[in-house]
């Protein structure tokens, strides 16, 4: 039996692990990342990225290739019975994005372009490989493999992250409870075509007493991706297996209970039925084994975040992952992980179930609510613009804040607006030498970004330069002015200082997450040597 050794090897292959790997990638750690499957996913299953998921992913330089290869699709129709309702999706509150849209694309294209990254890289995932099991120590993992021939192989690592789903095996090994439960229901999904009234390039959701019926526009593989409730069975008693697949005339028979027969469908794809969970770890790290995406969480498919926030959980810990392996970063750092995430997959799951309860009970209550109610509620609903815009912010993902971690830091003198530590940092447009641009393009190399916001006279140069050479290759720093001035990140719309809150000097320090790590107004710099010496001691 052979042993090998790997800095990180990454249990599943779907969008969480592959962006994890990439991202491991990016920072110099080459991961082992394995799967059980021979081969990817062909189906959409999962379909909208939001826009912070696309702002993290533009580092990768593979946002544009997602956005040409789905649909970013804005607007939505409601209908209530006989009434359409037209609206805009995400058309306030996303000024600060480059990315003020849902997209509309299968979770297959997804991996199929993040295999190709990380094929472009040298990475190949290793397909048909399970993990048997692993014994963990104080400074390694040791992993039992099993690949396709059958031949074991152990492979010592230092960290081990489990992105292989809600029935993960690392989760189970590890003892980590799931906690949670399950919906009575049963739901269909079906990639298709359908003819009818049903205005292509926007979303329609179709509202009844007995649920939600919904069409989204997918492209490809098919047009459509419908997803709507299975009415209950009838009660039989010659001990017939449920179907795992519903047939086109069952798919028509649950279009037909919200459209009145208004759609014919046709041409299935793909079809399924599934059952939905609520259930989240009860922790996100054990020593050397992590957890992330599904592993870590699953719940209702209401407001598109379960594919999101894996990749996020991924983003999270995947620079951490980097920064400790290669010795720059404490160890302490990825203690930062699960209080960071386990809150955001906790009100992911809080969110989701309340939408799902909504949307899917069969109290004679709520039912009343969807068939009577909320046709004439909601089109006055929809015109207050602060709720929209909270909702669309918290939908999106950008609104998700680390406020509470214990690696972010206000420093004084204090500003008192803009975004605080922990948060996201806003985007803004932005020129550097004539050159427009976006400032989130600017700050996505893979390391921290020290943003020096105010006049360059003001700064002390020498200690400016102190800290960028004593940081080169971790830390890069860049001045935000008013005023064009060559090499600097000129704001151009006036609008960078507005949304970071700043009045006269100040600086932030972005972590390579995109997340606020420090700020504080002034110039000096020595609090911000401090937090990094605190986090970066062997920089």
Known sequence: MTTETADVV???????????????????????????????????????????TLENLRSLGIAQTLIEHGNDAAQVRLHLGTRLVAMGLFDIGLEDTAYPFLLFISQAETEAILNELLVAHGLQVERGVELLAFTTGADEVTCTLRGQDGTPEHVRTRYLIGCDGAHSTVRRAAGIAFEGGAYPQTFALADLEVDGELESGAAHAFLGAEGVLFFFPLGTPATWRMQGMRPPPAPSDDGQVEPDEPSLAELQTICDRFTGGSLRLRDPVWTTYFRLQHRQAARYRTGRVLLAGDAAHVHSPAGAQGMNTGIQDAWNVGWKLALVVRGVADEALLDSYEPERWPVGRFVLRFTDRASSIAISDSRFVRLIRSQIAPRLLPLVLRARRGRTFGI???????????????????EPALRRGPKAGDRLPDARISRDGRPGWLQDALAAPMYHLLLCGSLEARNSEQVRALSDRYSGVVAVHRLTREAATGALHDVDRQAFTRLGVDQAAQYLVRPDGHVGYRSGGTDLHAVERYLARWLPGA
Do not use: K
Request: glycine share 10%; no cysteine.
């Open 393 to 411: 912010r918290t939908i999106s993902q950008l609104a998700i804040t680390y406020r509470s971690s214990p690696a972010v830091e206000e420093g």
């Open 10 to 52: 990454i249990v599943g292959a779907g969008p969480t692990g592959l962006a994890l790997a990439a991202q491991l990638r990016q920072f110099g750690v080459a991961a082992r990342i394995i799967d059980q499957q021979l081969d990817r996913g062909h189906e959409s299953r999962a379909l909208v990225m939001q826009p912070r």
